[in-house]
């Protein structure tokens, strides 16, 4: 069976289409403030695939508002609409942060900061580094027993019982670990949750945090590619962030290169690899929207459910 069946079929230049506006929505400045390390997304990016997703998440977003409108009405109810929940997943490395913070910054310019759009990554859902050595999960950091469910499910179902303020855990790459502070979110109208595990189930679970998402994107690429763009953030992060000596992996900036990509890949071997495979990628066909990308790190096609 094709898995992609149950989807229509963009090719970029067939996607482009779909927003001709020449409005430039972000400046060449802004997305270099919020691009990752490695990823080559550029402003042609942002008008031939941002652009009509970001329109397409109006579309989604004004129905929902709409269809909660006329449920309230014919209830004979007063409930405000929950916020509208946006997903995005995919491996370590792909890219899903450069994402997320396009899209936030987007929508915030779509609905020109009329509504509260908020990000939140589920890094900060893992248990403290404490509480896996503990456990003896440390080399299973970022697979799902790693990370505190019930913490993450009651963060959703809060949001979507409209309780006022919400609170959202923290987390340090430059430690590795969940802070012991957290930010509150207060009414949004708009959440981007991104994380590799947001599109995970768990069949002893009641619920699964997909049953809570308005709109779901997967970011897709070979497995080849992603574990070359690992490898490649690992060498930029050793002349940077790890030059840190309060970073996590600072000791790494002295390892000779040999020794340092003998220990990067042993990670991927290990856990990220296995990680994608056993229980990222599993994940995709449930998104209501992949987004594929090429050697190059440019998105290339784009699946839409039907």
């Given at each position: ?13 067939k ?17 270099e403030?919020?691009r ?9 990016d ?36 929950p ?6 997943a995919?491996s370590?490395?792909v890219?899903k ?7 936030k ?20 859902f ?11 999960l ?20 809060e949001?979507k019982?409209?309780?006022k ?12 670990d ?8 207060s009414?949004?109208?708009i ?9 995970q ?37 050793r ?6 000596e309060?970073?996590?992996?600072h000791k ?7 020794k ?9 071997d ?14 995709k ?18 699946y839409?459910?039907?």
């Amino acid at each position: 069976m094709n898995e992609y069946t149950h989807y229509y079929h963009f090719p970029r230049e067939k996607w482009r289409e779909l927003e001709v506006s020449k409005d430039q929505i972000l400046t060449q400045e802004e997305l270099e403030q919020i691009r990752g390390l490695n990823d080559r997304i550029s402003l042609s990016d942002i008008s031939e695939i941002y652009l009509p997703l970001i329109k397409l998440i109006a579309i989604q977003y004004h129905e929902a508002i709409f269809i909660h409108g006329e449920k309230m009405e014919y209830l004979k109810k007063k409930e405000e609409r929950p916020p509208f929940i946006i997903a995005l997943a995919g491996s370590v490395a792909v890219g899903k942060s450069t994402t997320a913070r396009v899209l936030k910054l987007m929508l915030d310019r779509w609905f020109s900061k009329t509504r509260e759009v908020e990000l939140v990554t589920t890094d900060g859902f893992l248990y403290p580094n404490k509480e896996l050595e503990r456990l003896h999960l440390m080399d299973k950091k970022g697979f799902p027993e790693s990370y505190d469910k019930k913490r993450f499910m009651d963060f959703l179902v809060e949001l979507k019982n409209n309780k006022k303020s919400v609170e959202v855990p923290l987390y340090s790459h430059l430690t590795y670990d969940v802070l012991p502070e957290t930010r509150k979110l207060s009414n949004p109208d708009i959440v981007i949750v991104e994380g590799i595990n947001v599109l995970q189930s768990d069949p002893d679970e009641l619920f699964f945090p997909s049953d809570f998402f308005d709109f779901s994107i997967y970011l897709d690429a070979e497995e080849e590619n992603i574990e070359r763009w690992y490898l490649e953030r690992f060498f930029m992060l050793r002349e940077t962030a790890f030059q840190d000596e309060s970073s996590y992996f600072h000791k790494y900036t002295d390892y000779s290169e040999a020794k340092a990509a003998a220990y990067a890949s042993e990670i991927w071997d290990t856990i990220n690899g296995p990680n994608l495979k056993e229980n990222i990628e599993r994940t995709k066909y449930r998104a209501d929207l992949i987004l594929r990308k090429g050697s190059n790190h440019l998105i290339s096609n784009v699946y839409l459910r039907k």
